[in-house]
Nanobody, 119 residues
Framework: QVQLVESGGGLVQAGGSLRLSCAPSGSIASIQTMGWHRQAPGKQRELVATVTSGGITNLAGSVKGRFTISRDNAKNTVYLQMNSLKPEDTAVYYC?????????????WGQGTQVTVSS
């Protein structure tokens, strides 16, 4: 069964950097848009960034200029480089991707990785 596997979360001081990675396990024929969402305690899940298979990116206004999303199609991996982190970036970050699996396009979510930014 296909799963999205995330890594790279952790604890960092304000102003620091982290890089998140996400890749599907199992056999994947094709991947369309990949992205990251986040959910802070007591808040709704929100979009952080997406990248299409052609490399077109979209970032939320709150992270523009600080975060960068990229992907390595050869490795089926999406990255989120987070710089100048702020305490308000603290959240569980979830990877999301549209994958061709078992004869259909399906939307998958990772299990989430915690990012904590201390002031």
């Amino acid at each position: 069964q296909v799963q999205l596997v995330e890594s790279g979360g952790g604890l960092v001081q304000a102003g620091g950097s982290l890089r998140l990675s996400c890749a599907p396990s199992g056999s994947i024929a094709s991947i369309q848009t990949m992205g990251w969402h986040r959910q802070a305690p007591g808040k709704q899940r929100e979009l952080v960034a997406t990248v299409t298979s052609g490399g077109i990116t979209n970032l939320a206004g709150s992270v523009k200029g600080r975060f960068t999303i990229s992907r390595d199609n050869a490795k089926n991996t999406v990255y989120l480089q987070m710089n100048s982190l702020k305490p308000e970036d603290t959240a569980v970050y979830y990877c999301n991707a549209d994958l061709w699996s078992d004869g259909a396009w399906r939307n998958y979510w990772g299990q989430g990785t915690q990012v904590t930014v201390s002031s």
